[in-house]
């Protein structure tokens, strides 16, 4: 189990990560949106980490506005 700065930490490097993808495959690809539609797309040629970062920062932005690690364990359950 990761402590809180570590997990932190790792949102930071996600996020870093995540803004570099999307200026690499540009602001408006649609390969870029959280949720990804694929017609007339190859899953194969679609594939980036683009969209679970962005809802992993989202569950993480949830996550503090209901007050953080342990206090929002029972609430997520009502958005997941």
Do not use: W
Not at 22 to 34: C, E, I
């Amino acid at each position: 189990m990761m402590n809180e700065e570590e997990v932190d930490d790792l949102q930071i490097f996600s996020t870093r990560v995540t803004h570099f993808q999307v200026n690499k495959f540009g602001k408006d690809n649609p390969l870029t949106a959280l949720k990804v539609v694929l017609k007339d797309v190859d899953p194969d040629d679609a594939f980036s980490s683009v969209p679970y970062e962005k809802g992993s920062c989202f569950l993480f932005y949830l996550e503090q506005l209901l007050g953080g690690p342990g206090k929002s364990d029972n609430k997520c359950y009502v958005f997941c």
